[in-house]
């Protein structure tokens, strides 16, 4: 990836006067210049035995990636793209057959296309095609993606190894012991991830990762430190900005901020707002019908509730069912008696994606005000808290 650069025009003029109109033709060409000469980014890469295949350059669009570009690759395996100059990440796809993130910028990324001999579990072997883009950006940005799948796995294995002690599926270990041994791996992890975005700091791919990772499954606290330790250079480029938008979205949803006043229907297909239990303290819990945590949360939840409720103390339920049906079926199964709402469109719900709601249940304690004095509690610190607020 090279940066191609605007041509300088230079003008010798002798000891004779030069006549206007000449002057004028240099003004003008000097012009075009400025105004054909735009900063681009070029990609370069390599495909040994890819002559006169295609290579095709996508880009992420609203959960969508349309191709934006293609190029057939010359007799002597080399092909290239031409893009504006920006940071920005773009998908490489080689005949459709392999895919690979590429991060754009002013430092230089070389793209090799190869084709490799694997083995089937029958033995059998098949070809198949592989991309490697090198680049210190680049490198980078693949760290950060590579961190977030090895988190999203460790999650999933817990989430399958505390549902199998449960179960009784398992009985190697205790939960206890399990719940111990799951929160040693998630500080070993999140120690790794606080030296990586410490050591990137000064690099685009960082912001992507705070953005992806951090943003979704981190405090705020957490996530404003990492925003704040990043130089200038990251700040200031378009995923930087980008970042910086969403920090600002992600504190007004969390502790000091306003909560954003949520408006949706009831079961009884009424609209009722969040900003009209303000005078009151308020339990904002996300949650679902076929969310089995949240369900064993209910218990705890009610016995607040019943105990605080002539207090003044109000739920506020948001609900991320799709269908009607089994949300009203478990308000009414477990005498759920307070305020509830749904848009009724799952995880795509607009308050939920508001709310940077990435996994259920989510909770939240509104003050009278409005403000957000806590958030994820629940159980025995729940019940503690609220406590709090009235004894």
Same mark, same amino acid.
């Given at each position: 990836?090279?940066?191609?650069?605007?041509v300088r025009i230079v003008a010798i003029i002798n000891n004779k006067t030069m006549k206007l109109k000449n002057l004028t033709a240099i003004a003008l060409t000097g012009m075009v210049c400025l105004s054909a000469c735009t900063p681009q980014y070029t990609v370069e890469g390599k495909w040994a035995d890819g002559a006169g295949? &295609?290579?095709?350059?996508?880009?992420? /669009?609203?959960?969508?990636?349309?191709?934006?570009?293609?190029?057939?690759?010359?007799?002597?395996?080399?092909?290239?793209?031409?893009?504006?100059?920006?940071?920005? /990440?773009?998908?490489?796809?080689?005949?459709?057959?392999?895919?690979k993130e590429i991060l754009?910028?002013?430092?230089?990324?070389?793209?090799?296309?190869? &084709?490799?001999?694997?083995?089937?579990?029958?033995?059998?072997t098949y070809e198949t095609l592989s991309i490697e883009a090198v680049g210190d950006e680049q490198k980078v940005y693949e760290q950060g993606t590579q961190m977030i799948m090895t988190a999203s796995?460790?999650?999933?294995?817990?989430?399958?190894?505390?549902?199998?002690?449960?179960?009784?599926?398992d009985t190697t270990m205790t939960?206890?012991?399990? /719940?111990?041994?799951?929160?040693?791996?998630d500080a070993r992890m999140n120690e790794s991830i606080y030296n990586f975005v410490d050591s990137a700091k000064n690099n685009y791919g960082v912001a992507y990762f705070i953005k992806d990772y951090m943003i979704r499954s981190m405090p705020f606290d957490t996530v404003q430190v990492a925003y704040d330790a990043l130089t200038d250079r990251v700040k200031q480029s378009a995923p930087g900005l980008e970042l910086k938008n969403a920090v600002e979205a992600l504190a007004a949803v969390s502790i000091g901020g306003t909560a954003p006043d949520i408006t949706l229907m009831t079961p009884d297909s009424t609209e009722l707002s969040?900003?009209?239990?303000?005078?009151?303290?308020?339990?904002?819990?996300?949650w679902a019908s076929w969310c089995g945590p949240?369900?064993?949360e209910v218990p705890n939840v009610k016995a607040i509730y019943e105990k605080y409720h002539d207090k003044g103390f109000e739920i506020f339920g948001v609900s991320l069912d799709e269908t009607a049906g089994p949300w009203k079926a478990a308000i009414k199964k477990s005498d759920m008696n307070w305020h509830h709402v749904s848009s009724l469109k799952g995880w795509e719900c607009p308050v939920a994606k508001q709310y940077n709601v990435t996994g259920i249940p989510r909770m939240y304690i509104i003050d009278p005000e409005g403000k957000i004095i806590a958030q994820d509690l629940r159980g025995e610190e729940l019940a503690n808290f609220v406590a709090g607020l009235y004894e």
């Open positions: 990836m090279l940066l191609s650069g605007c295949k &295609t290579v095709y350059l996508q880009k992420k /669009v609203n959960d969508e990636t349309p191709v934006i570009d293609s190029v057939v690759v010359a007799a002597d395996g080399s092909f290239s793209f031409t893009l504006p100059a920006g940071v920005d /990440v773009y998908e490489l796809n080689a005949a459709k057959e392999a895919k754009v910028s002013e430092i230089p990324v070389v793209v090799t296309i190869a &084709t490799e001999l694997r083995t089937a579990k029958d033995s059998s796995f460790m999650q999933l294995g817990r989430m399958f190894a505390l549902s199998n002690i449960l179960q009784g599926k939960l206890d012991s399990a /719940v111990v041994f799951f929160d040693m791996m969040l900003s009209s239990l303000r005078g009151h303290y308020v339990l904002l819990d996300f949240c369900l064993r």
